[in-house]
């Protein structure tokens, strides 16, 4: 049930999010003067902000930036993470040792602290999201993998590939790793709301998506500032990250369901 509700709410956030500026005539960036604050009507269907922008395709665009970072900072987290545990579990001793102490100086860094560092050198890039949000979030993939590693390389089928004189990377790429693809795809569904949540914190400091393109991280604090003028300038995007943030969440707990059971009935 969770699995089927979280896939419909994200599937379903994602098509109106590709395909709902098809049917929009308006720009995101475009100000009309002489519509400012405009509640929903028929000419702008989720109203306009203070500056008179269409606010339906400014929440669209915002989804397709979130969606982005959140999808993007993923996959970087998953190919730092992957790989870094894989190797510190299967080698194990001493280096497994210093590699988690690495692991454990990262997680001391302030990461809010090593965003503005970042964004003081290199300025506010929308590259720089994926790379800040992905280069932190891997610390927590690589416990997980390095974990699982530990107890799949002692598996008779690891022992048997080394009797048979198989390589290291290849017991790596053909053993271990795909035995690691339900708890990492599982994480990474899990990881994407956290990445999108981290954004929206991050633009509404102003340190994320910076104009002419938005986000709904950007969108809830413009929203934020004007409730008292254009109310529905913060309910309808925070309304779509909600629905973003609940359905990834409800569908990470599905796969985990399906395909750990273990894990859950332990949790109940």
């Not at 969606?67 to 987290?77: D, I, K, N, P, Q």
């Not at 990262?106 to 800040?132: K, N, R």
Request: include cysteine.
């Amino acid at each position: 049930m969770k699995l089927r509700l979280g896939l419909c709410l994200v599937v379903g956030v994602t098509l109106v999010v590709l395909l709902g500026p098809l049917w929009a005539d308006l720009l995101p960036d475009t100000i009309h003067w002489d519509d400012m604050a405009v509640p929903p009507d028929a000419t702008y269907w989720l109203g306009t902000d203070v500056m008179g922008r269409d606010l339906y395709v400014r929440t669209l665009q915002g989804g397709q930036v979130s969606l982005s970072v959140g999808l993007l900072a993923t996959l970087v987290s998953m190919l730092i993470g992957v790989g870094y545990g894989m190797v510190a579990g299967y080698v194990g001793g001493r280096v497994d040792a210093v590699m988690m102490r690495l692991v454990d100086v990262f997680y001391a860094l302030p990461f809010l602290f090593l965003v503005i560092l970042l964004m003081v050198f290199f300025g506010q890039h929308l590259w720089l999201l994926f790379v800040a949000i992905g280069c932190y979030l891997w610390l927590d993939m690589a416990r997980i993998v390095r974990g699982q590693t530990l107890s799949l390389k002692h598996q008779s089928f690891v022992e048997a590939a080394h009797a048979l004189g198989q390589s290291h990377g290849h017991i790596l790429r053909r053993h271990i790793l795909p035995n690691l693809r339900g708890v990492v795809v599982v994480y990474a569904t899990l990881t994407i709301p956290q990445v999108i949540m981290i954004e929206s914190f991050l633009s509404f400091l102003g340190l994320g998506v910076q104009e002419p393109l938005t986000s709904w991280g950007s969108l809830v604090n413009e929203g934020a500032e004007n409730m008292s003028v254009a109310p529905w300038a913060l309910l309808f995007p925070a309304f779509f990250l909600s629905v973003t943030l609940v359905g990834f969440n409800l569908l990470g707990d599905g796969l985990r369901d399906r395909w750990d059971p273990a894990m859950t009935n332990k949790a109940k």
